[in-house]
């Protein structure tokens, strides 16, 4: 269950000069469905135990009575990547990632840096460890049965924000490296393998830094933190549809590698937000899906050459080299059209090219990659009335399960994102708190937003602001918060910056930060005020 986040002051027996919880990274950064672990949370706690908030349930943090010590459950139904903050009455940590797989978890254990010294693994399971030092390659034996199919996956940079570029390796009984794989996912490596012959095959892990340097050796360091999932049964990869509709209660299609009959298809819970985790519990790994607020089209059940109503969201794969998709539409003379699919920033390797045609096979526009990510977003206004043909497919004309995309047709309605630069703020006393929001106007968006702040305990207040289309808040507004009384009393938790267009098209969208990291981005704003 979730921590509550108020906190009264008669609550607190922290001294005024304390520090607030700092914490740098957790390990075991992870664990398996219906399971317990220990966990070390890597910083400074200048008191203990803080206390514990988590993003959403399906996790249980308490602190032990070792200062740095969480006891971490996850419920049997837990699936995907949970968010943890430690706080008390002086301020927050940021938040950090914990993943909870339906495998069990095996804690690395050293020496197994030589294939002499690889860590033995018995049946499936996801392997907790760190690339402690320069140099360092872990490795683990995996016996394998000939025509068995090995599923190697690491979580590190892109879910944990561990700053390390990783590379994979399985190796032969012989000892010769058979496959090798890095940013397979993201910058995260992953090998699918399937064993010539049986035997005693080995998985080597080793890095270099996310960010180049001058380095030529492997890399390492206590921050080198990862979770690699080895399993010979049953791996979700990805899922159709990679979004759902608000209301929806369609069956989700999960593919992959082993996958039974019996574990192809989940239906999605009804728990409210913006995004959802979906796993199976006789399958390894987790994808997430995204509710959409535009219908949700299945090519499953489309008719080649007809055409499909829009504003739409499909999910499909370029599944063999060569393919093509083509997804025709009726559109009127003026209607603007906008095309993304995104693939890339979704983990795949799809590198798309959106081309356009008129009803005579003329083409009207084509885009290749969009704001500096290989994801594609096409845009045009229709020139007549008529049908038209969207066509999608990989730049070097490749294909295979995981050159998966989703893509989003609409009218490009003007819109808007809001940003913070940090994840957690301080008022302190009777001081006024400024916080600056970032305005980033898309699309041609020329309303005027209005932005407030949501979760604000009695005792503090907030202004409000707006942004206009043109001038110095086109871009920044900014938000002051204080006292609302002459008494100040302690609070901490979130908080929520929203901003809202009224009008025809109404729209509201929450401010985000970006986990410290990651790419991950939350709009959960944590608030300490600090009584004087």
């Not at 909870?100 to 050293?110: N, Q, R, T």
């Not at 207040?461 to 900014?478: I, L, P």
């Amino acid at each position: 269950m979730r921590t509550l986040a108020l906190i009264l002051a008669a609550s607190q027996s922290l001294s005024a000069l304390a520090a607030p919880p700092k914490m740098d990274s957790l390990f075991p950064a992870g664990a398996g469905r219906d399971a317990a672990r220990t966990v070390t949370a890597a910083g400074s706690f200048s008191t203990w135990p803080p206390q514990v908030w988590i993003d959403r349930e399906g996790l249980t943090v308490t602190p032990a009575k070792d200062k740095g010590k969480l006891e971490i459950a996850a419920a049997s139904d837990a699936a995907g990547v949970y968010f943890i903050r430690l706080f008390d009455a002086e301020g927050a940590s940021v938040v950090r990632p914990f993943l909870v797989d339906s495998l069990p978890a095996v804690d690395e254990v050293e020496p197994n840096n030589t294939p002499e010294q690889a860590q033995p693994i018995d049946g499936n399971a996801v392997v907790d460890g760190v690339l402690h030092k320069s140099g360092e390659v872990d490795r683990f034996a995996i016996p394998m049965k000939k025509g068995q199919t090995l599923v190697a996956s690491l979580q590190a940079h892109n879910r944990l924000g561990s700053p390390m570029d990783a590379v994979l390796q399985v190796a032969d009984p012989r000892g010769f490296v058979v496959a090798q794989n890095d940013d397979n996912v993201g910058n995260d490596p992953q090998i699918v393998f399937e064993a010539p012959a049986d035997g005693t095959y080995s998985v080597g892990l080793f890095a270099f830094p996310a960010t180049p340097n001058s380095t030529i050796n492997f890399s390492g360091s206590k921050s080198y933190i990862y979770r690699l999932t080895l399993t010979t049964a049953g791996f979700v990869d990805h899922c159709s549809p990679m979004a759902i509709d608000t209301e929806t209660d369609s069956a989700i299609q999960l593919h992959g590698w082993n996958i039974p009959e019996t574990a192809a298809s989940v239906t999605p819970s009804a728990i409210p937000g913006e995004r959802q985790f979906i796993a199976h519990p006789e399958l390894a790994s987790f994808v997430e899906v995204v509710r959409s607020s535009i219908p949700v089209f299945d090519p499953a059940t489309h008719t080649e050459g007809a055409p499909i109503a829009w504003p739409v969201v499909i999910s499909d794969q370029i599944s063999a080299v060569g393919e093509v998709d083509k997804f025709a539409f009726d559109a009127k003379k003026g209607q603007t059209l906008r095309c993304r699919v995104e693939s890339d920033s979704l983990g795949y390797l799809l590198d798309p090219v959106v081309t356009l045609f008129d009803e005579k096979g003329k083409q009207l526009a084509e885009v290749d990659d969009s704001s500096g990510r290989r994801d594609s977003e096409l845009r045009h206004t229709i020139p007549a009335d008529g049908r038209y043909e969207l066509t999608v497919r990989d730049l070097y004309g490749n294909g295979g399960p995981r050159f998966a995309y989703r893509m989003t047709i609409d009218d490009s309605p003007p819109s808007f994102a809001l940003t913070v630069a940090a994840d957690s703020f301080v008022v302190k006393g009777k001081e006024k708190l400024t916080l600056p929001i970032t305005v980033a106007r898309e699309r041609g968006c020329s309303d005027e937003i209005a932005v407030s702040i949501e979760g604000l305990p009695e005792t503090l207040t907030a202004t409000t602001a707006t942004s206009a289309a043109k001038g110095a808040t086109a871009k920044e507004v900014k938000l002051e918060i204080s006292v609302s009384g002459e008494e100040s009393l302690a609070f901490s938790g979130p908080i929520r910056v929203v901003g809202r267009i009224a009008g025809d098209k109404p729209r509201e969208i929450a401010a985000t930060f970006t986990v410290a990291g990651t790419e991950q981005t939350l709009d959960q704003i944590w608030l300490t005020a600090v009584k004087p």
